[in-house]
């Protein structure tokens, strides 16, 4: 089965801290796509990173960077500098060869502390 | 850029009504849309992916008369909810992929639909 564990439920750090959040997903398919969307409270689904699994560097996105184990199936999303305006939540998901069905992780909420 | 624009965002009705919710490509053929059903505090549960002119696959546990999807053309996909009760109060969420032969472009999703049923 393909599945997507987050295990940090919640999290909260002050503002301008560094937070990584945790991602680990099970397939036994070799070509597939991994991705980190953002859900403010307003509910739309932002795109904040992906990364192709054939490659081996480190996606990185301004203040978002992952750090991309393939062996060990991990893919933690790092963000730096965090700003109140990360608060959200952070779905993990991946989708596998040209099936664009994602499958999603349950989710992290951040909170950022001013 | 490419979007799905979601109507209606919020809706409240009376317990037996059915209520459609349109997905909308923009400047896109969606050939496919996903239909999510996410309830508070939790992740996005796949419901039934469309494809245009053929019929939906729903997913396990999901009752394909209660959830009437449509995805009648390239650029819309509906999903009505048939003598809606409070149970089926929820957040909607539809996404479709964005174009090109590489899956690793984005999904666009539309901005979803809260269903409040009275």
């Known amino acids: 089965a393909q599945t997507v564990t987050q295990s940090q439920p919640e999290m909260s750090v002050q503002e301008a801290e560094t937070v990584t959040l945790s991602c680990t997903y099970d397939?036994?398919?070799?070509?597939?796509?991994l991705f980190w969307y953002k859900q403010p409270p307003s509910r739309q689904m932002i795109l904040v990173i992906r990364?192709?699994?054939?490659k081996q560097q480190n996606a990185t996105e301004n203040r978002f960077s992952v750090n991309f184990q393939k062996a060990a199936k991990s893919f933690s999303l790092k963000i730096s500098d965090s700003q109140l305006g990360d608060t959200a939540m952070y779905f993990c998901?991946?989708?596998?060869?040209?099936?664009?069905?994602?499958?999603w992780g349950a989710g992290t909420k951040l909170i950022i502390k001013p | 850029g490419a979007v799905v624009s979601q109507h209606p965002s919020w809706v409240i009705c009376k317990s037996g009504t059915s209520v459609k919710i349109e997905c909308r490509s923009l400047?896109?053929?969606?050939?496919?849309m996903f239909w999510y059903r996410q309830f508070p505090k939790q992740s996005l549960m796949l419901m039934a992916t469309?494809?245009?002119?053929?019929?939906?696959?729903?997913e396990q546990g999901v009752e394909k008369d209660k959830f009437l999807i449509n995805h009648a053309s390239l650029t819309l996909s509906t999903l009505t909810v048939t003598s809606a009760h409070p149970e089926d109060s929820s957040f909607y969420i539809c996404?479709?992929?964005?174009?090109?032969?590489?899956?690793?472009?984005?999904?666009?999703f539309g901005d979803g639909t809260r269903l409040s049923i009275l």
């Open positions: 996404s479709a992929p964005g174009q090109g032969v590489r899956s690793n472009q984005p999904q666009h």
């Open positions: 400047d896109f053929q969606a050939t496919t």
């Open positions: 469309s494809n245009e002119g053929s019929k939906a696959t729903y």
């Open positions: 397939t036994s398919e070799n070509n597939y796509y």
């Open positions: 990364q192709e699994a054939y």
């Open positions: 998901a991946f989708n596998v060869g040209s099936n664009y069905q994602l499958i």
